[in-house]
């Protein structure tokens, strides 16, 4: 595929050779209409576009992530932040900005894709670094165009047509066991079944699409299901299909969740502290 960067307006810098890249602008006061028509090109062709360190006041970023689509207000309203419903804040700093020692969510931790526990699962994250640790904390992305068409034909056959039951419900509180839903979230928000192949609706690609989301497989009994998306997330992660992000302060990342999973690695929450902001777009329902 041809990098497309001859053809935009914008100063494109790829970060891989695969997927990732740079864009050289400034978002804070506001992007005109042919500038974001570059950018949607730019995202759906490196599939995570990185913005260098600027100041973006949280009202400015909901306006951008607008740009892409529907802002998800969060059923986890515990970290509405700034006011704004469409931001949602990981943090583990106290009220003196103080490091608590407290990881604000382990399940980041996981290789997943964002939204993708709901019926209309997430397109855009838009994430801004507004505090990093010195070291840890790092954002990682994989892409899954390429985890598709690097499976043996044999497990593409093999897995032709099943869904898989996405549960936050799971994800969340029995398999990472901390801060739990609320028996209100959980009920807002049940089980849905996703392809486990989904076509991206703009690119027409396939991807694999599953995560640390997908609880079981329909139709299948429930430990095969489950030994099934284990072995299936492992052999999604490839490393030379995969970018590795050490945040700078006040950058800002967009991915698409459609053809990207993404985790965060650890780092130490008593000492050092890590605060993001970050809005998801709504995007569709897979096929
Ligand atoms: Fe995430």
Known sequence: MGSGAEFSPLPIRPLTPQLGAQLELELGRGVDEETFRAIYRAFLRYQVLLFPPQDLPPGRQVEF???????????????????????????????NGRPNGRHPDKGTLAWHTDGSWQRVTGQATIIYGEVMPESGGETHFCDMYGAY???????????????????????????????????????AKPPVDHPVVRTHPETGRKCLYLGDHAEYIQGLPYDEGRALIEELNTLAVHPDL????????RELI????????????????????????RCTVLGETPV
């Open 254 to 277: 967009v991915w698409d969740n459609r053809c990207v999973m993404h985790r965060a690695t650890a780092y130490d929450a008593a000492t050092q502290g890590r605060v993001i902001r």
């Open 65 to 95: 992530a607008r740009r892409f689509g529907e802002v998800q207000v969060h059923v986890m309203s515990q970290y509405h932040a700034d006011g704004h419903r469409e931001l949602y804040r990981l943090s583990n700093l106290d009220e």
């Open 149 to 187: 068409e690097r499976l043996a034909p044999s497990w593409k056959a093999r897995i032709a047509g099943l869904r898989a039951v996405h549960n936050l419900d799971f994800s969340r509180t029995r398999r990472h066991g901390e801060d739990p839903l609320t028996e209100a979230q959980r009920l």
């Open 242 to 249: 995969s970018y590795e992000h050490r945040w700078r302060t």
